[in-house]
Nanobody, 121 residues
Framework: VQLQASGGGLVQAGGSLRLSCAVS????????MAWYRQAPGKERELVAA???????DYPDSVRGRFSISRDNAKNLVTLQMNRLKPEDTAVYYC????????????????WGQGTLVTVSS
């Protein structure tokens, strides 16, 4: 199982970016999917989460600006980021809780490689 994230880049404050993360490999099912971020010198933090049922969750720092969605048929999770601020600058990681078709009874978390988002003031 592999997660491939894309869509990061440089944007001015107030702008928008859209991140995508595709899950590939021997996937039987995907439960929770989420985006985290890690800024220099800081711990990794949750940015948005979406279970298979679709009830999203956001911290106060991004609620109303970020929106997570998923396409279960394509094993894809996206993060739409609007009204970006310099403090949103970080490496963004996608995470998925996956049951592999090789062992559907066992679920584990997989992480993408990270994509850098830089917001200039």
């Amino acid at each position: 199982v592999q997660l491939q994230a894309s869509g990061g880049g440089l944007v001015q404050a107030g702008g928008s970016l859209r991140l995508s993360c595709a899950v590939s490999g021997t996937v039987f099912s995907i439960d929770d999917m989420a985006w985290y971020r890690q800024a220099p010198g800081k711990e990794r933090e949750l940015v948005a989460a979406i279970p298979r049922g679709g009830n999203t969750d956001y911290p106060d720092s991004v609620r109303g600006r970020f929106s997570i969605s998923r396409d279960n048929a394509k094993n894809l999770v996206t993060l739409q980021m609007n009204r970006l601020k310099p403090e949103d600058t970080a490496v963004y990681y996608c995470k998925a809780d996956v049951r592999s078709s090789r062992n559907p009874s066992y679920e584990r978390s997989y992480w993408g490689q990270g994509t850098l988002v830089t917001v200039s003031s």
